[in-house]
Each structure stands twice: as structure tokens, then as C-alpha cells.
């Protein structure tokens, strides 16, 4: 472990993300990104210097310098990665058009219609009366909620298609 303190800070951030409900999971996904971020710029800092901290100095040697420096890149790499993965996540909760809201308010057949359609006035489905029209942003919220609840479901299906976790036994 390069820096205990702020890799188990990163770990709770993940175990937070993924024990996530659809109301929180937007706040936990940007304090995870944060702790990504902050993670990562100690990793640059510490690829940066000339001399990489080992356990002792008399059992450094060129290998165990090349080793450290190789972890570190990893390290790098796999926090990238996440940050890319999480972004994404992120990105498909908050940036949702009224097209894009409409295609998942038909594809989840939101309060029974699989016909719903943006109009000047906002979206509704076809045979809808002035009560069913939704504004554009009140679509996009309810169409995130979906998205949100979907990726909540997926998380605990896998969850428990891996079976209980070690913190748990």
C-alpha cells in the first residue's frame, strides 16, 4: 500500500457507490470520482519523483525501485479506468435529453404506455389528456430515476449472483 489512509478512504468510497439507492447514487458517484481524483494525483506525485519510498532503504535495490515504479503505473491505469467507468456512470444519470427521456420512458412502458412523444408543450403518450403531459425537465428526472433504479437492480442482482461478501460471512 502506497498511502493506507487515503486507499481505504478510496475503498470506503467504492463500498459506498456500490450500496447506492437511486437517491443518493449521484452524490456518491461524484465523492467517489473526488477520492479518484485525489488518489490519482498522489499516485502522479509519487511516479514524479527521482527516488520512490520503500520499506528500507538498505533492501532497495534497482529491481525493487523498477517494481514499485511498475505498481505505481498499475496503480495509474486502474484508477483511470475507474474514474472513466464512473464518469460514464455519472454521465448517463444527469445528461439526458427529452429524446432520450421519451425512448426510455416508452422502452420501461412508463405508467403503461409505450408511445410516449415530445411535443411543443412536453411529453406525453398518445391518447394522453392535458393531466398526463409531463414538462420536458419533469420526463428527463423521471426518465433518470428509471436509469438510476435499473443500475440499482443490476448492482444487487449481481451482488447476489456472487454470493454473500466477506464482510458478511
Not at 17 to 36: G, P, R, V
Not at 66 to 71: D, G, I, L, Q, V
Not at 79 to 95: A, D, G, H, M, P
Amino acid at each position: 500500500m502506497l498511502y493506507p489512509q487515503l486507499e481505504e478512504k478510496l475503498d470506503q468510497a467504492r463500498n459506498a457507490l456500490k450500496e447506492a439507492d437511486s437517491e443518493n447514487i449521484i452524490e456518491l458517484c461524484k465523492q467517489y470520482l473526488a477520492t479518484l481524483g485525489e488518489y490519482r494525483a498522489k499516485l502522479y506525485e509519487l511516479q514524479g519523483t527521482s527516488t520512490v519510498p520503500l520499506k528500507s532503504a538498505s533492501s532497495s535495490s534497482c529491481l525493487d525501485i523498477a517494481e514499485t515504479r511498475k505498481a505505481i503505473r498499475a496503480a495509474i491505469e486502474n484508477t483511470t479506468k475507474e474514474r472513466n467507468r464512473t464518469e460514464v456512470l455519472l454521465l448517463s444519470f444527469t445528461t439526458l435529453s427529452g429524446y432520450e427521456a421519451v425512448a426510455i420512458l416508452n422502452k420501461r412502458k412508463y405508467k403503461g404506455h409505450g408511445d410516449w412523444e415530445q411535443r411543443s408543450g412536453g411529453i406525453k403518450f398518445n391518447d394522453g389528456t392535458v393531466h398526463d403531459l409531463m414538462t420536458i425537465q419533469q420526463a428527463v428526472d423521471t426518465a433518470s430515476l428509471l436509469l438510476r433504479e435499473d443500475h440499482i437492480a443490476r448492482n444487487a442482482a449481481q451482488a447476489a449472483e456472487e454470493g454473500p461478501s466477506l464482510l458478511t460471512q
